[in-house]
């Protein structure tokens, strides 16, 4: 049995990146809904531009009204999710100075205690500061490394006991006990320092999740309520409206055409009689009367 198998490394990154594609996904739709958020916005604008009469803008304070709305709830899950990205940082800088404090001085971690200078130190009066996600993913993959070393350790340890025990000559059971005592300290400090990263884990996947599900739920309503019940519909509407009356216009003839055409028609007809000078007038007056 490997110590990569009992300590089950391999599962615990596992974890941590479950927990980063969920990450990943939720900056995703968070760029989503500023693109969608910004559209708004600039159709906002250009409707204000093109109808600056008082009661156009009147009626176009509602629409701004939604805008704030969305954007407010968008500024909301972009700062719980500030929070999220700022704890996980935490989490894993505390648990990396707590193992390093706490850890067997007859493990090597001199490299480890230097490199963690080039980490920015996390404070927690500042809990909406965005640290670098690539220290993140350093961190705590230099924790998986150093319990992997620590575990390596315990059993270098595990097999001196077990020499000393098999050696023949004095009895020396209280140096075995002693032996075996603090093997086992070191063992289960290990296996609490798996234990918590385990938790840390499960929390941030909790807590990405809720905040996933409730920022697919605001994608969803600003698609379906927005614009797909009525910016999407309205303008189907309006095209098709638009299609009816130049599908009519096209199948007449030009008014003023048909007019003139009768009018020629008319005046190239011979006359048989003359036309008394009143009636002349008349006609005149209400072919002139038609043209306009």
Same mark, same amino acid.
């Given at each position: 049995?490997? =110590?990569?198998?009992?300590? #089950?490394?391999?599962?615990?990154?596992?974890?941590?990146? %479950? #927990?980063?594609?969920?990450?990943?996904?939720?900056?995703?739709?968070?760029?989503?809904?500023?693109?969608?958020?910004?559209?708004?916005?600039?159709?906002? =604008?250009?409707?204000?531009?093109?109808?600056?009469?008082?009661?156009?803008?009147?009626?176009?304070? =509602?629409?701004?009204?939604?805008?704030?709305? /969305?954007?407010?709830?968008?500024?909301?899950?972009?700062?719980?999710?500030?929070?999220?990205?700022?704890? @996980?940082?935490?989490?894993?800088?505390?648990?990396? #100075?707590?193992?390093?404090?706490?850890?067997?001085?007859?493990?090597?971690?001199?490299?480890?205690?230097?490199?963690?200078?080039?980490?920015?130190?996390?404070?927690?009066?500042?809990?909406?500061?965005?640290?670098?996600?690539?220290? %993140?993913?350093?961190?705590?993959?230099? @924790?998986?490394?150093?319990?992997?070393?620590?575990?390596?350790?315990?059993?270098? +340890?595990?097999?001196?006991?077990?020499?000393?025990?098999?050696?023949?000559?004095?009895?020396?059971? #209280?140096?075995?006990?002693? /032996?075996?005592?603090?093997?086992?300290?070191?063992?289960?400090?290990?296996?609490?320092?798996?234990?918590?990263?385990?938790?840390?884990?499960?929390?941030?996947?909790?807590?990405?999740?809720?905040?996933?599900?409730?920022?697919?739920?605001?994608?969803?309503?600003?698609?379906?309520?927005?614009?797909?019940?009525?910016?999407?519909?309205?303008?189907?509407?309006?095209?098709?409206?638009?299609?009816?009356?130049?599908?009519?216009?096209?199948?007449?003839?030009?008014?003023?055409?048909?007019?003139?055409?009768?009018?020629?028609?008319?005046?190239?007809?011979?006359?048989?009689?003359?036309?008394?000078?009143?009636? +002349?007038?008349?006609?005149?007056?209400?072919?002139?009367?038609?043209?306009?």
């Amino acid at each position: 049995m490997t =110590s990569m198998h009992v300590l #089950n490394i391999d599962n615990l990154r596992e974890s941590f990146n %479950v #927990n980063m594609q969920i990450l990943h996904t939720l900056l995703d739709k968070q760029t989503q809904v500023k693109e969608k958020l910004d559209t708004l916005k600039t159709k906002y =604008s250009d409707m204000i531009q093109n109808n600056k009469r008082k009661i156009f803008i009147f009626c176009l304070d =509602s629409y701004y009204f939604q805008y704030k709305m /969305l954007v407010v709830e968008m500024e909301n899950i972009s700062k719980t999710l500030c929070m999220i990205k700022n704890r @996980i940082y935490g989490d894993y800088y505390k648990l990396y #100075n707590v193992i390093l404090s706490e850890s067997n001085l007859n493990v090597d971690l001199s490299h480890f205690s230097t490199k963690i200078k080039k980490y920015l130190p996390y404070k927690d009066i500042e809990p909406f500061f965005e640290y670098n996600n690539n220290d %993140v993913i350093q961190l705590h993959n230099d @924790i998986l490394q150093i319990l992997n070393l620590m575990y390596r350790e315990f059993l270098q +340890k595990e097999l001196k006991t077990i020499g000393y025990n098999d050696a023949n000559g004095l009895t020396v059971d #209280n140096f075995i006990q002693t /032996l075996n005592y603090d093997n086992n300290t070191f063992k289960g400090k290990i296996f609490l320092y798996v234990n918590y990263l385990q938790f840390y884990h499960k929390l941030q996947h909790n807590h990405l999740n809720t905040l996933l599900t409730r920022i697919t739920i605001f994608v969803n309503d600003i698609n379906e309520q927005i614009i797909s019940n009525n910016n999407i519909t309205f303008t189907v509407e309006n095209e098709e409206y638009k299609k009816n009356i130049e599908s009519y216009l096209n199948s007449q003839e030009p008014v003023k055409d048909v007019v003139k055409d009768v009018v020629k028609d008319v005046v190239e007809e011979p006359v048989k009689e003359p036309v008394k000078e009143p009636v +002349k007038e008349v006609v005149k007056e209400v072919v002139e009367k038609v043209i306009k």
